[in-house]
């Protein structure tokens, strides 16, 4: 059994207009949502094995402050090609992963973060907000087994969602 941890990174600032897209920071919100998340995460779940994140700075900074709040300690796997990977492309990637690990957290961009959720758990979610992290149970011992329809959803979570 695999876990997969979807999370699209947080509000990002278009303040610099000179900045290319690739190179865009994190604005206030972005900064105050991250470690929220990265708390709620480490309440309910257990750390991830691994990390996997775009290199674009707003989904690497997210990913480091994630990991940083959910006791995470291994190194951040950048992928450049995340950046603007399809979700089929996305999915090679996390089917490439390291089989040791059980647990793994992709952070990237939409809609392919939300493209590949739906495909993976047959679901209908209409948009994973910034730093919404969908959280997938994956019937497979090898990450190359992970197929579409087969996850079943374990959480969505997003910082705006209110709690029963």
């Not at 990913?63 to 959910?70: P, R, S, V």
């Not at 006791?71 to 089989?99: H, R, T, V």
């Not at 047959?122 to 994956?138: E, F, H, Q, R, Y």
Request: net charge negative.
């Amino acid at each position: 059994m695999k876990t997969l941890f979807l999370g699209r990174h947080a509000k990002s600032s278009w303040n610099d207009t000179e900045l290319s897209d690739f190179k865009r920071p994190l604005n206030d919100r972005g900064e105050r949502d991250a470690p929220e998340m990265g708390r709620r995460l480490a309440q309910k779940h257990r750390t991830a094995d691994l990390i996997l994140c775009s290199a674009a700075v707003r989904a690497r900074t997210t990913a480091a402050i994630l990991a940083k709040e959910w006791g995470y300690e291994g190194d951040l796997l950048l992928e450049p090609k995340l950046y603007e990977a399809s979700s089929s492309q996305m999915l090679d990637f996390i089917q490439e992963l390291e089989d040791d690990a059980t647990s793994a957290l992709v952070v990237a961009h939409n809609p392919t973060i939300t493209w590949l959720a739906n495909l993976l758990g047959n679901l209908s979610i209409g948009n994973v907000p910034t730093c919404g992290i969908v959280a997938l149970k994956i019937p497979c011992d090898n990450w190359s087994e992970v197929e579409v329809g087969r996850a079943e959803l374990i959480e969505f979570d997003f910082p705006k969602k209110v709690e029963p």
